[in-house]
């Protein structure tokens, strides 16, 4: 079964300092990537995703994402974070067959405190 | 506009009491899904429906159910609810085609169970 593994369950940084989230999958077909986010209070939003082509993808609020095929990685970073970056941030994986999709699989979440 | 929503967005109920949830969207998609959120759990998936008549248990699907009738609507219903289904409850929705993967999530429901 596919499952979805992030890391770090809280992640505490001032403004201004670099992020990288980690994510790891475990399925070895082929994959569509997900990062949502989740601002307190609110429904989860997309933050960025990956399909096919380059495997580093842009998203909003200056997010990016690396995907790495052979580490089954898929880890999100910003050079530089603000306040408002406070949010939980989910990273998902489906499995592709040929022009569909399967189910779409959670990882558990990592917390991200900025300190202003 | 596009968009999932669910209703209702608060409730609070007593134990056995059944409820329905439901869950809507307008952009024709195939795919429809139920997610509950626990501190600490992320978000676990209940059920999922890959089209209508079409539906499949996820993670957690112990105390619940639904249904897909029609393609906009996957209710989920609980048939006797106890504490431990207090929860945050998301619907979400997307296409099965080619190039549309990405999932649309409603607003969520947060359930309280006394």
């Known amino acids: 079964a596919q499952s979805v593994s992030q890391h770090n369950h809280h992640v505490i940084l001032s403004e201004a300092a670099s992020l990288e989230l980690g994510c790891n999958y475990s399925?070895?077909?082929?994959?569509?990537l997900f990062w949502y986010v989740q601002y307190p209070g609110q429904h989860l939003q997309l933050l960025l995703k990956?399909?096919?082509?380059?495997?580093l993808v842009k998203g909003i609020k200056g997010f990016e994402a690396e995907f790495i095929k052979s580490k089954f990685s898929f880890n999100l970073r910003k050079p530089s974070v603000q306040w408002s970056d406070t949010a939980e941030y989910f990273c998902?994986?489906?499995?592709?067959?040929?022009?569909?999709?399967?189910?779409?699989?959670f990882g558990k979440g990592t917390k991200l405190s900025v300190k202003p | 506009e596009a968009q999932v929503t669910q209703n209702p967005r608060y409730l609070i109920t007593v134990t056995g009491k059944k409820l329905t949830v439901t869950c809507s969207q307008n952009?024709?998609?195939?795919?429809m899904s139920w997610y509950r959120q626990d501190p600490g759990l992320g978000l676990r998936q209940i059920y999922y429906?890959?089209?209508?008549?079409?539906?499949d248990k996820g993670d957690v699907p112990e105390g619940y159910k639904v249904s897909r009738k029609e393609k906009r609507n996957f209710p989920l219903i609980l048939e006797s609810p106890s504490p431990n289904q207090t929860s945050l409850y998301f619907c979400?929705?997307?296409?099965?085609?080619?190039?549309?993967?990405?999932?649309?999530f409603g607003p969520g429901t947060r359930l309280t169970v006394t």
């Open positions: 979400a929705s997307s296409s099965t085609q080619r190039g549309s993967y990405e999932q649309y």
């Open positions: 399925y070895g077909g082929t994959v569509n």
């Open positions: 990956y399909f096919s082509g380059d495997p």
């Open positions: 998902a994986v489906n499995a592709r067959y040929g022009g569909s999709q399967g189910n779409l699989i």
């Open positions: 952009m024709n998609h195939e795919y």
């Open positions: 429906s890959m089209n209508v008549e079409v539906t």
